[in-house]
């Protein structure tokens, strides 16, 4: 919405909905849902990686580990199907020094999936907060960031 204002908010949620709704892979909507399903992958794209550089910056801020966020989001954040999903999970598992992801259930099937991060340590409850702060705070600094280039371009106008 700071990039296109509310219009571009309705449209950017009626694609992630939209996605959300039909996206999924089986035979009966294979071909519907994949329209949604690329279209969002590719209006993701780019804040998928801005949100991933940012949560690698305030890492340490957050009292994360932000050596480990940088090598795992080089080593995993293209392990997973969709080009954005694993971008800024393993900057989360690398921050946090987990193990996040593996196989999942669908409907009943299994289906294989990569690990993404190391398993230093166990996971714990705490680790949701520390999933949020980090969340919350890059969060933050990208908003910080967008209002500072508005304010130059505007400024320069």
Same mark, same amino acid.
């Given at each position: 919405?700071l990039l296109f204002g509310p219009v571009g908010g309705f449209f950017y949620k009626s694609i992630n909905t939209m996605d959300s709704m039909?996206?999924?892979?089986?035979?009966?909507?294979?071909? %519907?849902? &994949?329209?949604?399903?690329?279209?969002?992958? %590719?209006?993701? %794209?780019?804040?998928? !990686?801005? *949100? @991933?550089?940012?949560?690698? /910056?305030? *890492?340490?801020?957050?009292?994360?580990? /932000?050596?480990?966020?940088? &090598?795992? %989001? +080089? +080593?995993? !954040?293209?392990?997973?199907? *969709?080009?954005?999903? @694993?971008?800024?999970?393993?900057?989360?598992?690398?921050?946090?020094?987990?193990?996040?992801?593996?196989?999942?259930?669908?409907?009943?099937?299994?289906?294989?999936?990569?690990?993404?991060?190391?398993?230093?340590?166990? /996971?714990?409850?705490?680790?949701?907060?520390r999933a949020n702060q980090l969340m919350y705070v890059s969060s933050a600094l990208v908003l910080i960031l967008i209002l500072a280039v +508005?304010?130059?371009?505007?400024?320069?106008?």
């Amino acid at each position: 919405m700071l990039l296109f204002g509310p219009v571009g908010g309705f449209f950017y949620k009626s694609i992630n909905t939209m996605d959300s709704m039909l996206g999924y892979k089986n035979d009966k909507y294979l071909y %519907f849902g &994949r329209a949604a399903a690329k279209t969002d992958d %590719f209006v993701n %794209f780019i804040p998928a !990686r801005v *949100s @991933a550089l940012a949560m690698i /910056i305030v *890492s340490p801020v957050c009292g994360l580990d /932000i050596k480990g966020a940088w &090598r795992i %989001f +080089r +080593r995993d !954040r293209m392990k997973h199907t *969709s080009p954005n999903s @694993a971008q800024t999970e393993s900057v989360c598992a690398g921050a946090l020094g987990l193990r996040l992801a593996g196989d999942a259930v669908y409907g009943g099937v299994i289906h294989k999936k990569e690990y993404i991060g190391d398993p230093i340590r166990e /996971i714990e409850p705490r680790d949701i907060t520390r999933a949020n702060q980090l969340m919350y705070v890059s969060s933050a600094l990208v908003l910080i960031l967008i209002l500072a280039v +508005r304010t130059a371009v505007s400024l320069c106008l």
